[in-house]
């Protein structure tokens, strides 16, 4: 192989340039003698847009301060992890749909391919959905100890941790000490990822598949390690499979081709093989998964939604501000945290040009598009959760910023404030998580109305089909919203159907007595929504039972039974 001439930078106390070396090309590495000094180094070809250098292979934060870390995230991540589904959820609908798959799963068949849910009317109950990987693990765990909720919030959080090693492994690459460290408390406090790290819930899992493809993705482009290459094609490959919304990381992935490589890498051969094998088991899967949705018409929100942002919503400025302003809100008390946002406005303004801030950037920009492409779902306010994908580059943003302060010299009193100024906003930042994660832990929300659940049950026969009260149908534009709510029947262990509430009247629910619903289970804060809707149910339909939170009418038809279901 010839010799190549390349640039290499080293950078001193001083930050002066100090000697230049040639290399010596061997395949698609480069190898070198040991420099007296540390070095930045440009790893893509001559003809690439620019010098951005990497950090030098310096002193890191010792091991003992992320054990520290880890066991910290560890314990934070444990707490809750043993409550079942039992009202003690944050998010009701997707954590009950779970682990009713889970339970479908284990009483109905192992078929990965045929994921049901509960919310069914009278049929099979396939469903649309991403990959049940947990749901499908949760019931072969089921084989062997038996049904238990916890046994999936114990996977959960073992995602969890190797999640944490994983983000530490990338920040002790990107950054130095102390930033390394700043990122890592970051994400270990952060309360989204405190959130789905023990939920019933695909997204914990979905983040370590993406942070595992990002950092072979970038070993990759710094050696073309093979290895590495296929490592990262497997784990983006896995993350889109199991949430599609890890999609956006393409966009991340092919502006550091773009940045490091130049435009002649997206003529390469491994390039488009890359995409292709990314996203080829996703394409597979969603196809199969929709026709599932057309064959029986369930889905858990990919067609039964509008996600995407339209040109309706121009026509809707009001709508549109309220979910842009909704997104913001989220990222800036879950994500960044108010104090955090500074450390993005500094990052913004830093004239450096370095490996890490640039990563940060395109992958916040990924981030940025997804979130307007997605707008009508992230803008809402349920949907917290889905900004978890901008909780490593927010960590790493924190970490970047903490790095170039200090190293500042703190000798006259300019600089001592600017020292101090970093320190006080790190000590908001990790307060403002602590409080947060503090303030979510032992939910409640929902326990009033699972409190009704077994003064119900007891009255509904097994296998009798239900009516339950869902969510609404349609969002201000018009467009339609996957309106199923699934705790009731999961804690009823009952199937049926869900009701979008604007369309309940006593003439809707006995239209579903004819389809073979015996029971309707009506909360009351949407009868209280309707004024006059609770008394007219009342005088159409006997009360079965009651709990301060809702009714159980008897709606039984007066015609022939169908068929029961059994469990």
């Known amino acids: 192989m010839g010799r190549i001439n390349q640039e290499w930078i080293s950078l001193g106390r001083s930050g002066r340039i100090c000697q230049e070396n040639e290399l010596v090309g061997r395949g698609r590495g480069f190898k070198t003698a040991e420099a007296a000094v540390p070095l930045f180094r440009y790893n893509g070809p001559v003809n690439s847009t620019g010098p951005f250098p990497r950090n030098p292979p310096g002193p890191k934060s010792s091991a003992r301060l992320f054990l520290a870390l880890f066991l910290l995230g560890a314990a934070v991540r444990a707490v809750d992890v043993f409550r079942p589904d039992d009202g003690r959820v944050r998010e009701s609908w997707r954590e009950c749909d779970y682990a009713a798959v889970a339970r479908n799963f284990h009483r109905e068949g192992m078929n990965i391919l045929r994921p049901r849910i509960d919310w069914r009317g009278g049929g099979p109950g396939f469903a649309e959905m991403e990959l049940p990987v947990l749901p499908w693990a949760m019931a072969a765990l089921y084989k062997v100890f038996g049904l238990h909720e916890e046994i999936g919030r114990g996977l959960a959080w073992l995602v969890s941790l190797l999640m944490l090693l994983v983000f530490f492994a990338l920040a002790r690459r990107?950054?130095?000490?102390?930033?390394?460290?700043?990122?890592?408390?970051?994400?270990?406090?952060?309360?989204?990822?405190?959130?789905?790290s023990n939920a019933l819930q695909p997204e914990g899992l979905m983040l370590l598949f993406l942070l595992a493809g990002?950092?072979?993705?970038?070993?990759w482009l710094d050696g073309g390690a093979r290895p590495s290459y296929w490592i990262s094609i497997a784990a983006t490959a896995a993350a889109i499979l199991v949430k599609a919304p890890a999609v956006h990381i393409g966009i991340l992935f092919a502006g550091l081709l773009l940045w490091k490589k130049g435009p002649r890498a997206f003529l390469r051969a491994e390039t488009w093989l890359f995409g292709v094998l990314a996203l080829a088991p996703a394409a597979a899967w969603y196809a199969h998964a929709h026709g599932l949705y057309l064959s029986f018409g369930n889905s858990l929100g990919l067609s039964d939604e509008t996600h995407w942002i339209g040109l309706d919503l121009l026509r809707a400025p009001r709508t549109l501000f309220s979910l842009l302003l909704g997104a913001a809100r989220t990222e800036g008390l879950f994500v960044w945290t108010p104090a955090g946002v500074l450390f993005l406005g500094a990052l913004l303004l830093s004239p450096k040009r370095e490996e890490a801030r640039g990563i940060i950037l395109w992958w916040l920009g990924a981030v940025g598009l997804?979130?307007?492409?997605?707008?009508?779902?992230?803008?809402?306010?349920?949907?917290?959760?889905?900004h978890v994908i901008a909780v490593p580059p927010a960590a790493l943003t924190v970490g970047a910023v903490t790095a170039r302060s200090a190293r500042h010299r703190l000798s006259s009193r300019r600089d001592r404030f600017r020292g101090i100024v970093p320190a006080a906003g790190l000590l908001a930042v990790f307060g403002a998580e602590a409080v947060l994660v503090v303030h979510e832990f032992h939910p409640r929300d929902y326990v009033s109305?699972?409190?009704?659940?077994?003064?119900?049950?007891?009255?509904?026969?097994?296998?009798?089909?239900?009516?339950?009260?869902?969510?609404?149908?349609?969002?201000?534009?018009?467009?339609?919203?996957?309106?199923?709510?699934?705790?009731?029947?999961?804690?009823?262990?009952?199937?049926?159907?869900n009701i979008p509430r604007e369309a309940i009247s006593p003439d809707e629910v006995r239209a579903y007595a004819r389809k073979g619903a015996r029971f309707f289970v009506s909360e009351k804060d949407v009868l209280d929504a309707a004024p006059g809707l609770e008394a007219r149910l009342r005088a159409a339909f006997p009360a079965a039972a009651e709990c301060p939170a809702a009714i159980l009418f008897r709606i039984e038809d007066s015609g022939p039974a169908p068929d029961r279901i059994s469990k």
Do not use: Q
Not at 214 to 219: A, D, T, V, Y
Not at 370 to 386: E, H, K, P, Q
């Open 174 to 196: 990107l950054l130095r000490p102390p930033g390394d460290a700043a990122a890592s408390l970051f994400f270990v406090l952060s309360p989204l990822a405190v959130r789905v």
């Open 370 to 386: 997804f979130y307007l492409a997605a707008l009508r779902t992230v803008g809402d306010a349920w949907a917290a959760y889905y």
């Open 449 to 497: 109305l699972y409190s009704c659940s077994a003064p119900f049950a007891a009255v509904i026969p097994e296998g009798d089909l239900i009516l339950a009260t869902g969510g609404p149908a349609r969002d201000e534009t018009g467009r339609p919203v996957a309106y199923n709510a699934s705790y009731f029947f999961y804690w009823l262990d009952r199937k049926g159907w």
């Open 214 to 219: 990002l950092l072979h993705f970038l070993r």
